[in-house]
């Protein structure tokens, strides 16, 4: 059964820093382009950011751009969103989801129909 598994989200402050982790298991990551995406209370899910499939590549949204960094361990078969300089509007559930790559990273990022698997999400809180 294919399965992702986010954890790591909870309540920092403002300026504060929290890892995400993506765990996959009945299926490897190594050739899934994975996104994080967030949605925040009455808006729209919105991607945060990408990793694709074979080079590394990665793509962000102008919004965390700078702030935040994806990578991968395909031997844990596990992505990571490391998020620092964490701002209230950084508010959400964080999803990921894995996909196998269908057009340029950046399109795909923003593409949330081009994901097959989707996690349970996890919370991340900023707040003073």
């Known amino acids: 059964q294919l399965q992702l598994v986010e954890s790591g989200g909870g309540l920092v402050q403002p300026g504060g820093s929290l890892r995400l982790s993506c765990a996959a298991s009945g299926f490897t990551l190594d050739y899934s382009v994975i996104g994080w995406f967030r949605q925040a209370p009455g808006k729209e899910r919105e991607a945060v950011t990408c990793i694709g499939s074979g080079d590394g590549s990665t793509h962000y949204a102008a919004s965390v751009k700078g702030r935040f960094t994806i990578f991968r361990d395909n031997a844990k078969s596990t992505v990571y969103l490391q998020m620092n300089s964490l701002k209230p509007e950084d508010i959400g559930v964080y999803y990921c989801?894995?996909?196998?790559?269908?057009?340029?990273?950046?399109?795909?990022?923003?593409?949330?129909?081009?994901?097959?698997?989707w996690g349970q999400g996890t919370q991340v809180t900023v707040s003073s």
């Open positions: 989801a894995a996909g196998r790559s269908r057009r340029p990273l950046w399109r795909q990022c923003v593409s949330p129909s081009d994901f097959d698997s």
